[in-house]
């Protein structure tokens, strides 16, 4: 493997809410080149079974894609919050749903061209209902589907983030082995 490059200089752009931006340079074989970078604390993805193949989906509106996005249950790591805290947290707040159970399913980083954040998901089992406890700013819709009606959704374009398109090839893949 080549040498890794050498961080030379690192100078925060931007800070906001959600993640900040940061410009490093970066020296690699004599020369240097910029790397902008959002650094974001990290997110939690729950796949939350009702049964064995049906799960709970959410809809909301996502102002970057300009429309609504049927989901998976998701959001932001609190500073310093255990991921399987955040994952029980997540749920509950997003669509009122508890888990008996909370497994880690796996992390991956969703554009790790440009973006710290790493995705830890989780698999939501047992679950009892309750009443969801959005964000101020969230208008979430919260529905039950099987696995092909997800699939179908993912099909027709209802369904177009990568969260959910993970978390749904993970749970046929665990089904159908």
């Known amino acids: 493997m080549n040498e890794l490059p050498k961080l030379v200089e690192s100078r925060e752009a931007f800070s906001g809410a ?8 970066l020296e690699v074989d004599g020369s240097s080149r910029r790397v902008d970078i959002v650094a974001h604390r990290g997110s939690i993805a729950i796949l939350a079974l009702a049964a064995p193949e049906r799960l709970i989906l959410i809809r909301q509106y996502r102002h970057p894609a300009g429309r609504e996005l049927w989901e998976i249950p998701a959001g932001m790591r609190e500073p310093g919050e ?8 997540e749920l509950r707040e997003e669509t009122g749903y508890t888990a008996g159970r909370i497994t880690p399913m796996f992390a991956a980083y969703a554009t790790p061209g440009f973006c710290t954040e790493l ?13 969801p406890e959005p964000d101020a700013d969230e208008r979430i819709d919260v529905r039950e589907v099987s696995l092909a009606e997800a699939f179908a959704m993912q099909a027709s374009g ?13 749970l046929g893949r665990k089904l159908h082995q």
């Open 119 to 131: 995705l830890h998901f989780f698999l939501a089992e047992e679950l009892q209902s309750g009443l």
């Open 82 to 89: 255990d991921a399987g805290v955040g994952a029980a947290r």
């Open 18 to 25: 959600i993640f900040s931006v940061r410009v490093d340079t």
């Open 158 to 170: 209802q369904i177009a983030d990568l969260k959910t398109f993970a978390a749904l090839l993970w």
